[in-house]
């Protein structure tokens, strides 16, 4: 009974903090009272309850309540006795780096994969995964491992960007990046676009948002995905 | 006695493999008759062979031979017979997994600091600074320690981006990323254009190439230095 919104992006151009998900989450979210925040990953460095703030202020729109985990003297038991889960962006290194440190990564995926709901974006999308190999973040601390929780048998490419034809830039494409991870690796990895997130019903995960996604498979060309597509093992296989 | 080139990039936009660079280099390897490529980092995912290749077509203009360490048993003794090296770019988390790997980066950091001349651009730059925590790369491989050669006081930022005021985008900007990285960490790091490279003699780090670089140490405003500047200790803090 997994369920979970896996968003690319909190924040779509021209539009408040979640706004653009928010009609989705009233429903998602429907009977729950109160959301757990896992503020661990700080975009822009700013603090644990600066960045709680922000997801109240939020959540307020739809009636919801929200703590952050380091409003609790005990992490894991925060975890234990939550009813649902919001994990936001920022770095994918301090974030991971500070579910391992605290020790609540398998406690996270295990309250998961017993159904209570998860909602993440960006960051917190990329732990869905299995690895957290292909963030586009900065490596700015030195996690003890990459591995994610495996909630999806896929990785996430968040706030996935097509090449730009008109670029004089000589870094690699984020297609290029993706291509090289698969002279590594077998992992099929999954490009959302901004404004594009997956809904995940147990094992059922359905491409939502106006636009595409980009497939990336080990040895094979890369494809596009409607939106709406069922991603089901033949998909990724 | 160290002596190094630390570019930001192998290639500027349209001109050949290192072309910018080769009046610089036939100076630089001037009385140098064969050079040892480390050709760990990959770009593309091309094998060593193919990268050893086009190191070699490009260094044949300035009648230097390139020879690739993975054609040697013992890549720790290719390394310590070495007359001078070029480490190229790619992926700097594949390119430092391997130098740990084969245990070669002690060794490496200390025939440069006893005056061996390295050319690195890109990855290769990187790992001349303290960490590879300012890589712009995917990370692809999970390497033993994020620590690199220290060879230089601070860190490299390669490829450096300014700000796009147009982007749609919500991904973070360069400059975000690293003041996060100054949240966890305190050591200076230097954004460096393309175009752009360091030369280094001894403790003199001269910024060179047509564009100034952008300075960010922690706690203070990043500061555009111009071209020729010499970077010493009063500069970094």
Redesign the interface.
């Known amino acids: 009974m997994k369920r979970l919104i896996v968003a690319s992006?909190?924040?779509?151009?021209?539009s408040g903090y979640l706004e653009y998900l928010l009609p989705e989450l009233t429903v998602f979210f429907s009977n729950i009272e109160t959301i757990l925040f896992i503020p661990y990953a700080?975009?822009?460095?700013i603090s644990y309850s600066e960045y709680t703030s922000k997801a109240k202020e939020a959540f307020a729109k739809i009636n919801i309540e929200v703590k952050g985990i380091h409003e609790f003297d005990n992490p894991k038991e925060a975890i234990s006795e939550a009813k649902a889960f919001f994990t936001g962006g920022?770095?994918t290194?301090?974030l991971v780096n500070q579910l391992y440190k605290n020790d609540v990564i398998d406690i996270l995926r295990s309250r998961v994969e017993s159904g209570i709901p998860y909602f993440g974006t960006s960051a917190g999308s990329n732990i869905c995964g299995i690895t957290?190999?292909?963030?586009?973040?900065?490596?700015?601390?030195?996690p003890p491992?990459?591995d994610t929780m495996g909630l999806i048998p896929f990785n996430i490419n968040a706030?996935y960007?097509d090449p730009d034809p008109s670029s004089?830039?000589?870094?690699?494409t984020r297609e290029?990046?993706?291509?090289?991870?698969?002279?590594?690796?077998e992992t099929p990895v999954l490009g959302l676009r901004?404004g594009s997130w997956l809904e995940v019903f147990n094992n059922e995960t359905k491409l939502k948002g106006e636009l595409p996604a980009r497939l990336f498979r080990k040895g094979r060309e890369a494809v596009e995905l409607p939106t709406e597509t069922k991603i089901r093992r033949e998909t990724l296989s």
């Not at 004089?168 to 690699?172: D, Q, S």
């Open positions: 992006t909190s924040t779509v151009h021209g700080r975009p822009g460095g920022g770095n290194f301090e957290m190999m292909n963030t586009n973040d900065m490596p700015i601390v030195y491992s990459f706030h960007l004089k830039h000589m870094g690699e290029t990046r993706i291509k090289e991870f698969h002279v590594f690796n901004e």
